[in-house]
């Protein structure tokens, strides 16, 4: 029993604890509640005003980072599309180089083949 009468004296105290403390700031408040609701409308006008030049400065932000990544994107493809040309041009080159070495080996082989069959046939008498 004596456990549970520490417990109601526990919470005896707590509760006269609570109304004391309650009674002290309602004496102590620094203004009314009237003044205080007035200062809680105002607050959440000022603090809504800072949300809209927030959301403003955000969205100003955006749209420069949005054309900051369109004027990087446009430069990455015209670097790509110069290193394609780029790469055309060397594929072209080789192409033509090698018809160039092509043509020159078979005119070679041809004088050869030419020259062998010179050698082989009699001459024509006349």
């Known amino acids: ?34 003044e205080t609701r007035e200062q809680i409308r105002e607050r959440g006008i000022e603090l809504q005003s800072r949300a809209g030049d927030l959301s403003e400065t955000g969205q100003k932000r955006a749209e420069e980072l949005a054309a900051q990544a369109r004027a990087r994107a446009e430069e990455a493809e ?11 041009s060397r594929l072209q080159e080789a192409i033509d180089e090698g018809k160039e070495a092509a043509s020159k080996k078979r005119d070679e082989l041809m004088a050869r083949l030419e020259a062998e069959k010179a050698k082989r046939t009699p001459p024509a008498s006349a």
Request: proline letters at 2%; zero cysteines.
């Open 1 to 34: 029993m004596a456990d549970d009468s520490r417990g109601w004296e526990f919470l005896t105290g707590f509760l006269l604890g609570a109304v004391a403390g309650a009674a002290a700031a309602l004496l102590l408040a620094p203004q009314s509640g009237e």
């Open 78 to 88: 015209r670097r790509g599309r110069l290193a394609l040309d780029e790469q055309r």
